[in-house]
């Protein structure tokens, strides 16, 4: 079922939570909203499940607006990030609730909601807890029991709200691999909201990144990675090193040095430009041209990639990532003179900073 | 081997105990003894006549009776008391918490005149209430209304706490599977505050049976209709029936402390159901 989000607006006293989002999920795909902690992300997605309402725009379910209809009439599954099982339930009957609650004539029988419950558990993995209760289990269990329990309903939309958000890093990492198998299974349209920018790049198809409250890029992963359009995206994706500058015939001027931009990138002016720590090449030596002079103030050689900070011109730091062994036949050290040159600029104008 | 002394991470337990234990004994448990040791002087011929006379058992049923009754309506009115508390947002809401507490206060003989010149059948309430046929002062009905009066604050103050600590996100969990907001309340919201309903229930029960000075001002304390035990037990004592006094008073105990115990049973049952090995 597809979800269509149309000029939502909302406000909560004289603050804008949401300011006219607009946002079309098409059925079977996976959606991350992904953006700060206060940005309005939640807002959404609690509008999207009937948990709280728009002071304008429409939620459109499957070409229906569902606007005004209740969170029970919505038939949306909902995930939150502390799991709201029901803590005098045991597992099994958590997962039932849903279909015991339905109304008699379309309620299962007994014998066929228990059969369903261990069909969910064994998709969550977890068939073996049916009788535990939710205080005996890991916080990964609670959230995949959770997950069995919107899923029992046949929702046709799932949205989770921070799933990961409350368990430690290396569950997280497990869960949202398996979440994203999950969706591979079953395909029911999702829509999950995030602060981490790496769920949402590794789990999702696309993901709409939100700041106070509107819209800033959608996209697939690839692409909001690859071609942020607001420097607000090319910030908040992955670590980032920020110039400010001036362009000016093809060129960006920092301090002393002059980069050439490639054809497309940035009009005359000032300019804000981004360069990923692994765009650089390195060069020993200050006689480059088109590079920037730095200096290594600090190399970390740990794991598959060497991280070394340089001090550029007046002393700003710059983060450069390089493969471990490409450092090495470099052979540079702490103190060294380079070069740097980016392989990759992104160039907004400076006025677009402040949005 | 030389032994090493173990220090608990929670120290003082040997002083905090004797402190308890002595407490206990000194406040509750001697006094209990000597209802024991006073009706132990009497032969048990006597015993059984004292504690088994018409009018005795009469007075049992009315203060067992009435104190149960006035704790199961207290169970009803001071949960809507509680929502109301932890769910809204109103004007007056500072007032109306700190109102609740009032029959604590207030001393129980000024509540019971209060009550009895107000329903009596020329007080204001009662004046409404006598084209119905419905007498309250002097009658059982009076004992009834004092024991709510005086119970009411247990339920509120005992279920309040509970009700507020439950997520909102859990009764939004249940709505968005497609619970009505009466399935939302009978099997969500009860059974998590069921525990601390009967606390109060207990409590308020309690408090009930032993109340006596409320009730003895609107009860008429007509005998055989209207008289509550422990009424009895300070009518023989001004008899110097001291034996008698006491023989009806520790009946009263084991049955206190019967029920108190079921309760307190079930209460426990019901708390362990949802924490097994945890």
Known sequence: MSIAIRNISKQFGAFKALDDVSIDVPSGELVALLGPSGCGKTTLLRIIAGLDFADSGQIVLDGDDASARHVRERHVGFVFQHYALFRHMSIADNVAFGLRVKPRRERLAEADIKRRVKRLLELVQLDWLADRYPSQLSGGQRQRIALARALAVDPKVLLLDEPFGALDAKVRKELRRWLRQLHDEIHVTSVFVTHDQEEALEVSDRVVVINKGKVEQIGTPESVYDHPATPFVANFLGSVNLFHGRVEDGHLHVGNDALALGASEGSDGKAVAFVRPHEFDLVPGWDEQGALAARIVRVVSVGPSAQIELAHGDGKLIEVSLGRDAFRLLGLSEGDRVSLRPRHIRVFPTDALAA | ?278
């Open chain 2, 1 to 278: 081997m030389t032994s090493v002394k173990r220090y608990s991470p929670l120290p003082g337990f040997r002083l905090a105990m004797g402190y308890t234990l002595v407490y206990l004994t000194l406040i509750v448990l001697i006094p209990l003894a000597a209802v024991g040791t006073k009706t132990l002087t009497m032969g048990w011929e006597a015993f059984w006549a004292a504690v088994s006379s018409p009018r005795v058992v009469a007075s049992y049923q009315l203060s067992f009776g009435a104190s149960l009754l006035a704790a199961a309506i207290n169970v009803v009115f001071g949960l809507i008391f509680a929502w109301v508390l932890v769910r809204y947002r109103f004007p007056g809401k500072g007032l109306i918490d700190s109102l609740v507490d009032l029959p604590f206060a207030l001393p129980t003989a000024v509540a019971g005149i209060a009550l009895a010149t107000i329903y009596s059948e020329n007080g204001p309430v009662g004046k409404l209430l006598e084209p119905w046929g419905i007498e309250i002062a002097y009658t059982p009905n009076g004992v009834l209304l004092a024991l709510v009066f005086i119970g009411l604050p247990f339920v509120v103050r005992t279920v309040q706490p509970v009700l507020g600590d439950l997520e909102k996100e859990v009764e939004e969990a249940a709505a968005g599977l497609g619970a009505s907001r009466w399935q939302t309340f009978l099997r969500i919201i009860l059974p998590h505050i069921a525990p601390a309903l009967l606390t109060g229930f207990a409590m308020a029960f309690a408090r009930a049976v032993g109340e006596y000075g409320s009730v003895i001002f609107i009860a008429g304390n007509v005998p055989m209709v209207s008289e509550i035990t422990p009424l009895l037990i300070i009518t023989k004592l001004e008899q110097y029936d001291y034996a008698g006094a006491t023989a009806v008073a520790s009946v009263m105990l084991v049955f206190s402390f019967v029920l108190l115990l079921i309760i307190n049973g079930l209460q426990g049952w019901m708390q362990n159901r949802h924490a097994k090995g945890a």
